[in-house]
């Protein structure tokens, strides 16, 4: 198997659905175009959805694009595993009422078998419960035998993100091998192990959902389809997670280089390098589009991400202000897909110091009150903070209190 580049992925994806006569358009900003129900684009669709419900007209009823994502739901675990993250690439090719299942299923799986050249016999598509013309389509069309096709139900095989256009979804899952693979009875598609990892969705767009359970009918049937680059890049170049693909750990390695640590060495030496190596992403590509450290909405979003990116170098000894020096790595390693990050580079740089700077002026400037409430308790004789003053210095200051042994449970 060719250990492709994530850029490569990138052009390959593109430059095939180009060939079956979709536009490819250019990433969307992160920041939501007339939707209200989002704060960040968080899926390859998310930008289309006027295309899909046919309230606009698309600029051609196919449409190819690879869409810079931010999902921050799961914030509290980057780092901490290996799986979560909240920047993420989407490729995707989308149909406004244009084709639907045939070419869908059938197009998915010409890339996976015969661009990027993945064993088919690894591979095992799912399908909505009672979708039998996705399981005929399978099973007759591409010549998978019934028993390596599986029926999911409504949880695995329905693809909504909160209101908007919606339905049910054909996936592909790809068989890493056993040493992926938890070993208990009864692993296969569907296991919550590495080893079964889902790397395609074909969405069959045709509901619109109104985010509590309630679906109309779309006038027009429509594909959304959605592969995470990150994740395809795992599986191409056989590496345990996204955080030692070639783009990531162009920037893992960085951190390391900045601290002085080595990966994989210290449990919770890993959880701050991957958390940084992740939401410097984020960072480097909100800024980019235009957001900035604010107290509310997007901007705080970013501003805590700055913030926790900025304590966890500090805990692993990164002296100074850093996240400038590791947004270049970020723009080098992605400005290929997206060149407005090399243009805008000096803009991001500046972003990232103040923020930082402003940062780390509030931290000190805890601790330094911190250092007078535990003079004036020794000499009142007190052993424990009060809650007023712990809240105080977390109000006013950011500061967060650590108790062992967990003082990376943030
Ligand atoms: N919109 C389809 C997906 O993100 O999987």
């Keep these: 198997m060719e250990k492709y580049g994530v850029n490569e992925l990138r052009k390959m994806f593109l430059e095939f659905f180009e060939s079956k006569g979709h536009l490819a358009m250019k990433s969307f900003s992160l920041i939501p175009h007339n939707d209200k129900s989002l704060l960040l684009i968080n899926s390859g669709m998310a930008p289309l959805k006027p295309y899909f419900t046919g309230a606009e007209i698309p600029p051609r009823r196919r449409v190819t694009t690879c869409q810079k994502c931010i999902r921050t739901g799961d914030i509290e675990n980057v780092g901490k595993t290996a799986r979560h993250g909240t920047f ?96 208990k009875p009864g692993c296969t598609v569907g296991c919550e192990c590495d080893r079964y990892m889902e790397v395609w969705n074909n969405v069959f767009t045709q509901f619109e959902g109104d985010g509590k359970g309630g679906y109309t009918e779309l006038a027009q049937k429509n594909i959304d389809t959605g592969m995470g680059l990150e994740r395809l890049a795992v599986v191409m170049q056989d590496v345990d997670s996204v955080f030692d693909i070639d783009t990531m750990k162009a920037i893992r390695d960085k951190v390391c280089e900045m601290s002085g640590k080595k990966y994989q060495v210290d449990a919770l030496d ?70 407005e990050l090399e243009e805008k580079k000096d803009f991001i740089f500046k972003v990232l110091s103040q923020e930082e700077e402003k940062f780390g002026k509030t931290i000190d400037q805890g601790l330094s009150i911190l250092s007078d409430m535990e003079k004036q308790m020794e000499a009142d004789g007190v052993k424990v903070l009060s809650g007023e003053n712990a809240f105080k210095l977390y109000d006013t200051y950011g500061c967060l209190l650590y108790t062992s042994p967990s003082p990376r449970d943030i």
């Design 88 to 183: 993420f690439e989407m490729l995707g090719n989308f149909s406004f009422g244009d084709y639907f299942k045939h070419e869908a299923i059938a197009w998915s799986w010409e890339f996976l078998t015969q661009v990027v050249g993945l064993d088919p016999n690894r591979l095992y598509p799912s399908i909505y419960q009672d979708d039998d013309e996705a399981f005929d389509i399978w099973n007759k069309e591409i010549g998978i035998p019934a028993d390596r096709i599986f029926r999911f139900g409504k949880e695995d095989n329905f693809w909504e993100h909160g209101a908007g256009p919606c339905g049910p979804c054909s996936e592909i899952y790809y068989d890493r091998g056993e040493k992926y693979g938890c070993g």
């Design 270 to 339: 890993d959880v701050s390098i991957r958390l940084i190596t992740d939401h410097i992403r984020s960072a480097t590509f909100m800024i980019s589009d235009g957001i900035m450290p604010s107290n509310e909405g997007r901007g705080y979003v970013l501003r805590r991400i700055i913030r926790r990116a900025a304590r966890h170098g500090r805990m692993l000894g990164i002296d100074g202000i850093f996240m400038a020096k590791l947004a270049a790595t970020v723009i080098n390693e992605s400005k290929d897909g997206y060149p």
